[in-house]
């Protein structure tokens, strides 16, 4: 669903699907890379969030 509405609304991924057009991939293709680059952003997003909050230490 991200990358649908991405595709459709966001400037730099439509220029991205643009060039991959030029270059003569499929949509198909683009779509399977482009997920997989979305799934990377994500990931690192969310991992970094975890890694920026400071450590709770119990109290006794």
């Known amino acids: 669903m991200i990358v649908l509405v ?3 609304h ?3 991924t439509r220029d991205y ?3 991959r057009t030029l270059e003569g991939f499929k949509t198909k293709d683009i779509l399977r890379r482009f ?3 979305v799934a990377r952003e994500v990931y690192h997003d969310l991992s970094s969030g975890f890694r920026s909050r400071p450590s709770v ?3 006794t």
């Open 10 to 12: 966001d400037p730099r």
């Open 17 to 19: 699907v643009a060039r």
């Open 35 to 37: 997920k997989r680059f």
């Open 6 to 8: 991405r595709m459709r």
């Open 57 to 59: 230490s119990s109290a």
